[in-house]
């Protein structure tokens, strides 16, 4: 068996159903769909169980009907996709820098560019935008296009 | 808050990326805290990603930054045809490492250069820009540009390297050697460098993994952590080479990890010009790129980059995601810039310190802002007001604003 197959199959033993979805899409990348319930304690599994300690980056989705969050993190040269599902009506996560303190500007990138709420982060200022980019404008969304985005940071500036 | 902008573009500086504010709290001399401020820059490429087809987006993540660009392009090429799900001629990955080493090797030698510039020494500064251009002459001479070279393509290299290049290109790295070793010498000898760096910007092994710190940041700190080598993309998995590490963690084991691993990249383009099988450069795959998601990574010259892709089976992504290294290492200078027990940190330092991570430094201009913590005025000062304070040997207290 190879590593990352022997790390699917150690996420599946511990969180059975709560694995949505894991596949090795080719060697050393993992893809894991988990509930959003589950989220965390598969992060801290991985980190306090398998060994796992650096987060390349975290990825925010918006895949039209719903939101993804998807921490890149990186174990003995295998980049682990975990994905979470988070439901566009209650666009909230759980934050994981208390178990991986490095994701702390990836989460803020997740929270200003979606607008997905990071419940527990220490500190959800801007980190790319300007202090005065508009209120409840989440740039990556896909309903949010590029003239609108335009129209209102010109507007608003003037 | 105010802050004063500065930024010298200058034709050998192509890179302007991640301007940045860092506000020091300083208690006399010592600065005690620091907080940063980034986003002066931020260009929505990720968005404007979305508009483009694949192809297109190779070229827009070349400009992602201007001195490491084939990174950003090997990336998002790499991503793609995992997405695709198609090997690429083998001819091309050992092009694509020629031209990653050929990156890294400029890159290091121009931060060794701006380093020595940091702290005074100039005439360093100078004696190792002059050789960087040769390997800018090397790289146009391959790629056809001197930055955006626009060599990687989905499915392979747009320009092969013809024998005599190679052979060319064999000389310079000899030549290069040779210099470069020179100067591992002299910083490892020369005693205001030593004095400027031993002990500065500490970055202690166990904060380097739980800040998720990458590239030289992190080898410097003890922690073998190589994309190249832990996982193996190009033609990597091929060519031997050692992972650079020092235990020492401060900016002085920053300059010897990139001193040699300029030397191991060295040698590193030599065996690739040596194994270099023949063969076709390119494949040709499909312009619509089938449903689904792929990750690209590469070892930067400043660290681990990585690119997310998904695809919905059109021509252009649905989503895309780029880190770049700053990014990842930025977090750590906070903790470089804090005083702790016996570890002091002056003000003089913060420069090399704020440079030592190798952030895109044609923008260092950007102001720092100082808090004195006890009585609580705070001023501002750009880079070149810090140096020009501490070079003149004046006491910079009288003259606070």
């Not at chain 2, 997310?308 to 880190?323: E, I, L, Q």
């Given at each position: 068996?190879?590593?990352?197959?022997?790390?699917v199959?150690?996420?599946?033993?511990?969180?059975?159903?709560?694995?949505l979805?894991?596949?090795?899409?080719?060697?050393?990348?993992?893809?894991?769909?988990?509930?959003?319930?589950?989220?965390?304690?598969?992060?801290r599994?991985?980190?306090?169980?398998?060994g796992?300690?650096?987060?390349?980056?975290?990825s925010?989705?918006?895949?039209i009907?719903?939101?993804?969050?998807?921490?890149?993190?990186?174990?003995?040269?295998?980049?682990v996709?975990v994905?979470?599902?988070?439901?566009?009506?209650?666009?909230?996560?759980?934050?994981?820098?208390?178990?991986i303190?490095?994701?702390?500007?990836?989460?803020?990138?997740v929270h200003?560019?979606?607008?997905i709420d990071?419940?527990?982060?220490?500190?959800?200022?801007?980190?790319?935008?300007?202090?005065?980019?508009?209120?409840?404008?989440?740039?990556?969304?896909?309903?949010?296009?590029l003239?609108?985005?335009?129209k209102?940071?010109?507007?608003?500036?003037? | 808050?105010?802050?004063?902008?500065?930024?010298p573009?200058?034709p050998q500086?192509?890179?302007?990326?991640?301007?940045l504010?860092?506000?020091c709290?300083?208690?006399?001399?010592?600065?005690?805290?620091?907080?940063?401020?980034?986003?002066?820059?931020?260009?929505?490429?990720?968005?404007?990603?979305?508009y483009?087809?694949?192809?297109?987006?190779?070229?827009?993540?070349?400009?992602?930054?201007?001195?490491?660009?084939?990174?950003h392009?090997?990336?998002?090429?790499?991503?793609?045809?995992?997405?695709?799900?198609?090997?690429?001629?083998?001819?091309?990955?050992?092009?694509?490492?020629?031209g990653?080493?050929?990156?890294?090797?400029?890159s290091?030698?121009?931060?060794?250069?701006v380093?020595?510039?940091?702290?005074?020494?100039?005439?360093?500064f100078?004696?190792?820009?002059?050789?960087?251009?040769?390997?800018?002459?090397?790289?146009?001479?391959?790629?056809?540009?001197?930055?955006?070279?626009?060599?990687?393509?989905?499915?392979?290299?747009r320009?092969?390297?013809?024998?005599?290049?190679?052979?060319?290109?064999?000389?310079?790295?000899d030549a290069?050697?040779?210099?470069v070793?020179?100067?591992?010498?002299?910083c490892?000898?020369?005693?205001?460098?030593?004095?400027?760096?031993?002990g500065?910007?500490?970055l202690?092994?166990?904060?380097?993994?739980?800040?998720?710190?990458?590239?030289p940041?992190i080898r410097?700190?003890?922690v073998?952590?190589d994309?190249?080598?832990?996982?193996?993309?190009?033609?990597?998995d091929?060519?031997p080479?050692?992972?650079?590490?020092?235990?020492?963690?401060?900016?002085t084991a920053?300059?010897?990890?990139?001193?040699?691993?300029t030397?191991?990249s060295?040698?590193?383009?030599r065996?690739?010009?040596?194994?270099?099988?023949?063969?076709?450069?390119?494949?040709?795959?499909p312009r619509?790129?089938?449903?689904?998601?792929?990750?690209?990574?590469?070892?930067?010259?400043?660290?681990?980059?990585?690119?997310?892709?998904?695809?919905?089976?059109?021509?252009?992504?649905?989503r895309?995601?780029?880190?770049a290294?700053t990014?990842?290492?930025?977090?750590?200078i906070?903790?470089?810039?804090?005083?702790?027990?016996?570890?002091?940190?002056?003000?003089?330092?913060?420069?090399i310190?704020?440079?030592?991570?190798?952030?895109?430094l044609?923008?260092?201009?950007?102001?720092?802002?100082?808090?004195?913590?006890?009585?609580?005025?705070s001023?501002?000062?750009?880079f070149?007001?810090?140096?020009?304070?501490?070079?003149?040997?004046?006491?910079?207290w009288?003259?606070?604003?």
């Amino acid at each position: 068996m190879t590593l990352e197959e022997e790390l699917v199959s150690k996420l599946k033993e511990r969180f059975g159903d709560r694995i949505l979805e894991a596949k090795v899409q080719r060697a050393r990348r993992v893809f894991v769909t988990v509930d959003r319930s589950a989220y965390k304690d598969v992060i801290r599994f991985l980190r306090n169980d398998v060994g796992v300690t650096h987060v390349s980056t975290i990825s925010g989705v918006d895949a039209i009907d719903h939101f993804e969050v998807i921490p890149h993190l990186s174990y003995k040269g295998i980049v682990v996709s975990v994905r979470a599902i988070v439901p566009k009506d209650k666009p909230e996560i759980d934050t994981i820098t208390d178990v991986i303190p490095g994701a702390l500007f990836y989460e803020k990138e997740v929270h200003e560019m979606f607008g997905i709420d990071i419940k527990g982060h220490p500190d959800l200022t801007h980190l790319e935008l300007p202090d005065d980019w508009p209120e409840g404008l989440y740039p990556l969304r896909k309903d949010v296009k590029l003239e609108e985005l335009f129209k209102r940071i010109t507007k608003e500036r003037d | 808050m105010s802050s004063i902008v500065d930024v010298p573009v200058g034709p050998q500086h192509p890179a302007l990326k991640e301007p940045l504010n860092i506000t020091c709290y300083v208690d006399g001399e010592q600065v005690v805290g620091a907080k940063l401020r980034i986003g002066y820059n931020h260009r929505g490429i990720e968005k404007a990603g979305e508009y483009q087809t694949f192809i297109q987006n190779l070229y827009i993540a070349e400009r992602i930054c201007g001195i490491c660009g084939i990174v950003h392009a090997f990336d998002l090429a790499q991503a793609t045809e995992h997405i695709i799900g198609k090997e690429i001629p083998r001819r091309a990955d050992y092009l694509r490492t020629i031209g990653l080493e050929l990156n890294r090797i400029h890159s290091h030698l121009l931060w060794l250069g701006v380093a020595a510039h940091e702290i005074g020494f100039d005439t360093l500064f100078m004696y190792v820009w002059r050789d960087r251009e040769v390997v800018m002459d090397v790289i146009e001479d391959f790629t056809g540009n001197r930055v955006t070279y626009a060599l990687v393509t989905i499915g392979g290299v747009r320009r092969d390297l013809p024998q005599e290049k190679a052979e060319k290109m064999l000389r310079v790295m000899d030549a290069l050697e040779e210099t470069v070793k020179k100067y591992k010498e002299m910083c490892l000898n020369e005693k205001t460098i030593r004095m400027r760096c031993d002990g500065v910007g500490v970055l202690r092994k166990e904060d380097a993994i739980a800040l998720c710190a990458v590239g030289p940041t992190i080898r410097a700190s003890g922690v073998p952590f190589d994309v190249r080598a832990d996982d193996p993309h190009a033609a990597y998995d091929e060519i031997p080479f050692k992972v650079v590490t020092y235990d020492t963690c401060d900016v002085t084991a920053r300059i010897l990890v990139r001193i040699d691993e300029t030397l191991e990249s060295i040698n590193i383009v030599r065996e690739a010009i040596k194994r270099m099988p023949s063969g076709p450069i390119r494949a040709r795959l499909p312009r619509a790129v089938p449903v689904g998601e792929g990750v690209g990574r590469t070892e930067a010259p400043r660290g681990e980059v990585i690119h997310y892709v998904r695809s919905n089976g059109t021509d252009r992504p649905f989503r895309w995601k780029v880190r770049a290294p700053t990014l990842a290492n930025l977090l750590s200078i906070p903790v470089m810039l804090t005083s702790k027990g016996d570890y002091v940190v002056y003000i003089a330092d913060v420069p090399i310190t704020f440079a030592s991570i190798d952030p895109c430094l044609s923008c260092t201009d950007r102001a720092v802002k100082f808090v004195d913590v006890s009585s609580g005025k705070s001023w501002v000062w750009t880079f070149s007001q810090i140096k020009r304070m501490y070079w003149k040997d004046k006491p910079c207290w009288r003259e606070r604003p």
